[in-house]
């Protein structure tokens, strides 16, 4: 079974270069995020393996977004 993907990124060029290069190997990409709060969100329906989450996002950062995803999602990795 491959492992559930979720990306948390602004820049959406960045997104779909990991998705592209992602799909190539043993991963799902379940969902994307452009913000933190997005990436929240996209982890409680999701429920993910692993979360890709950019450190720098506007709006709610990708720190405190992390701490929130791993709420929503408490068996969920981050990267």
């Given at each position: 079974m491959p492992t559930r993907v979720l990306l948390a990124d602004d820049h959406k060029l960045f997104r779909e270069g990991l998705r592209s290069l992602?799909?190539?190997?043993?991963f799902e990409i379940v969902g994307e995020a452009a913000s933190g709060t997005d990436a929240i969100r996209?982890?409680?329906?999701?429920?993910?393996?692993?979360?890709?989450?950019?450190?720098?996002?506007?709006g709610l950062n990708g720190v405190d977004a992390t701490r929130e995803v791993l709420r929503a999602a408490p068996r969920c990795k981050v990267i």
């Open positions: 992602l799909d190539s190997a043993d996209e982890a409680r329906r999701l429920v993910p393996d692993v979360a890709i989450v950019d450190v720098g996002m506007p």
